[in-house]
């Protein structure tokens, strides 16, 4: 039997257009304990780092606060993040079209996320795509997350697949790094959560978005 190819994707930014969502809690979070709101432009670049990293960026006072503080606010952004996940979030144009086409070459598909496990899941499956995915990892699914290589393999692995038929989609350099790292190709989306231009992040591929990137994909099966 031919082993099947593999494909590893990143969640926010990449799947999904989460940053206005993620950003409403975030100012949720900032408005009910008196800091100052950002605007989506102020904070897109920080959105997939997690919500502490977008606190803290967000608020020059942050490392100053004592972890229980921190703590109380973090909860109180996934609370509210949990229970309004799909207010404004999108698809990625073309990622129905391409998780179909995907399906019908018998492709393996998973999601390799820094997002806790939960809310991927269940943001997954309130879009609409979670059926098309054989596995979700999220930061707390293994005791490592990107850019942690293993947080790739250690999926691979779980559905039998190998790393030399395997590809990595994501946005950022933290998903380029963890798939240059496991010796995974990337296609790299062109408007990520990052901070870094996409010229100074490792990519094998450069893509707006998932329209015709079957094209690419296709040379490596």
């Keep these: 039997m031919k082993q099947k190819f593999t494909i590893l994707f990143d969640l926010d930014g990449t799947l999904v257009d989460t940053a206005p969502d993620l950003i409403r809690a975030h100012n949720h979070v900032m408005k009910k304990f008196g800091y100052p709101t950002k605007t989506l432009g102020e904070l897109k670049n920080a959105v997939g780092k997690g ?60 999601v390799c996320t820094n997002k806790t496990e939960h809310l991927a899941v269940d943001l997954l499956k309130k879009i609409g795509i979670y059926d098309f995915f054989e596995y979700v990892a999220g930061h707390n699914t293994f005791d490592y997350c990107k850019p942690d290589p293993r947080h790739l393999t250690s999926v691979i692995e779980i559905l039998q697949g190998d790393i030399k038929k395997s590809l990595m989609i994501g946005d950022s350099e933290t998903d380029a790094n963890a798939a240059k790292n496991a010796g995974i190709p990337v296609i790299l989306m062109e408007d990520g959560y990052t901070e870094k231009k996409t010229d100074e992040i ?13 094209k690419i994909v296709s040379k490596y099966l």
């Design 51 to 110: 919500a502490k990293a977008m606190m803290a960026k967000a608020n020059g006072q942050w490392k100053w606060f004592d972890e229980k503080i921190q703590n109380e606010m973090t909860d109180e952004f996934l609370s509210y993040y949990g229970k309004n996940i799909l207010h404004e979030s999108k698809l990625i144009n073309g990622v129905k079209e391409f998780l179909n086409w995907c399906k019908n070459e018998n492709i393996s598909m998973a």
């Design 202 to 214: 490792y990519h094998n591929h450069l893509v707006k978005d998932f329209i015709g990137i079957e």
